[in-house]
């Protein structure tokens, strides 16, 4: 069972654009949302993460955006390069431990 | 890799043999996991560990055995493999239980 579904699966945009990645949940006891990066042939790395009380987090070009009420939240990336091509995984846990991921999304930038 | 080495890197293995993967942290962090990587699954948590000699089941853990003797090692052992435990293998380690850091991944093949 997925607890966390994450779309799309694949996404190709024009370098400089807005890549927007969703996952949504059904565990309102999910307390912590964090967004992993991966490149091909290495580990996820810790991208970005947010709490359910803030709706929205920044850090650099990477911003969350948290919807408690439709148990949704989504990564924007803003002036996308071709640098972020990789794949973006969603995840979620009640008190850090047990993540739970999303199925991947393989983002390319075209330059 | 903030740390963390797994080792081996690849192995292939015959069904029905042992096989043990090793993970290490230079880190001192608490909580150590080992998770497994497959397409479409995203990451899945196998087992984990709050303390040396402290672990606990994660959502895939039938077939698979952890153990904990120091702060630094994490060994995660498959008793007798079988194909369908062929992934790829990342350990991870995290301070609190929030944000978890992954190490480069162990590539397991059992035929």
């Known amino acids: 069972q997925q607890q966390v579904k994450q779309s799309p699966q694949s996404l190709i945009v024009q370098k400089g654009g807005i890549p927007i990645i969703n996952c949504a949940y059904e565990n309102t006891a999910f307390d912590y949302f964090p967004w992993y990066q991966q490149f091909p042939g290495k580990g996820p790395a810790l991208l970005i993460a947010i709490r359910p009380d803030v709706s929205e987090k920044k850090e650099g070009r990477f911003t969350i955006s948290f919807n408690k009420s439709a148990k949704q939240f989504s990564l924007h990336i803003m002036d996308s390069q071709p640098g972020d091509s990789a794949t973006y995984f969603c995840a979620a846990s009640i008190q850090g431990n047990k993540l739970v991921f999303g199925a991947g999304t393989i983002l390319r930038v075209k330059s | 890799d903030a740390g963390i080495t797994q080792s081996p890197r690849h192995k292939v293995t015959e069904t029905g043999t042992p096989v043990t993967l090793r993970c290490h942290q230079t880190e001192n962090h608490r909580y150590m996991y080992w998770y497994r990587q497959d397409p479409g699954h995203g990451l899945r948590l196998i087992h984990y560990s709050y303390g040396v000699k402290d672990t606990d089941k994660g959502e895939v853990s039938d077939g698979y055995s952890v153990s904990r003797s120091k702060t630094e090692d994490f060994l995660l052992t498959l008793e007798s493999a079988t194909s369908s435990q062929t992934s790829v293998y990342f350990c991870?380690?995290?301070?609190?239980?929030?944000?978890?850091?992954f190490g480069p991944g162990t590539r397991l093949t059992v035929t």
């Open positions: 991870a380690i995290s301070e609190v239980g929030y944000e978890q850091y």
